[in-house]
């Protein structure tokens, strides 16, 4: 994510958890202190990036992440919906889940495709170009072609497979999109 991205979705569940209390209790004289709607924000953000990363519940029951997130969530509703604990803004921890599971379903999905669109927009020649401008392609055997990509055709293969896992999750792969991926990982490792 980096620090600047982090620090704005902090602050940003932050707010969407406060948004949430001040919806659901606009009347309410306790005041509300702490960050808590944030953790719940990062809780999701974490079970949404790492869904089956293994979780130790009281650092003895082993859960996905995903599976985390939804039983907390479940806990925090059912919790404010029976007001069992009236000193907890439970509405304003579900406020900081739903605030994150929104930015990072879909302002990453959008900045993605924003960034998508600005880059095909600015590498795209002009159409008034004339084609004696253009140098002449190098002329490669049909084999080789095939064998390998041009290297603007596979990257532009791994963006559209890596806004397919932004947009629709990892699962969504199909075997040669994964060997695809594969091999691009390979070719590009450090050495």
């Known amino acids: ?7 704005k979705y902090y602050f940003l569940c932050g707010l969407g958890a406060a948004a949430a209390h001040l919806a659901l209790a606009p009347h309410s004289t306790i ?12 809780l999701v953000a974490f079970a949404m990036l790492y869904p089956d990363a293994v979780v130790y519940l009281y ?23 029976t007001g069992s604990t009236p000193g907890v803004a439970r509405f ?3 406020g900081g889940m739903l605030t994150g599971w929104f930015y990072i379903r879909w302002w990453w999905v959008v900045k993605v495709q924003a960034k998508g669109l600005w880059r095909r927009s ?7 170009a004339e084609p004696a401008a253009r ?6 055997p049909k084999a080789a072609v095939k064998a390998a990509p041009a290297p ?19 699962e969504s792969l ?8 594969h091999r691009y990982s390979e070719k590009n490792k450090p050495s």
């Not at 603007?152 to 990892?170: C, H, N, P, T």
């Open 92 to 94: 304003a921890h579900l």
């Open 122 to 128: 600015t590498s795209a020649e002009p159409d008034d």
């Open 59 to 81: 650092f003895l029951i082993p859960i996905k992440a995903a599976h985390m997130a939804l039983l907390f969530g479940a806990i925090e509703f059912f919790a404010g919906a």
């Open 135 to 140: 140098p002449a392609p190098r002329r490669t």
């Open 152 to 170: 603007d055709a596979e990257m532009a293969e791994v963006d559209r497979i890596l806004d397919k896992i932004l947009s629709q999750g990892l």
């Open 31 to 42: 005041p509300v202190i702490g960050a808590s709607g944030s953790v719940y924000g990062l």
């Open 174 to 181: 199909t075997d040669e999109e994964r060997g695809i991926m």
């Open 1 to 7: 994510m980096g620090e600047k991205d982090f620090l």
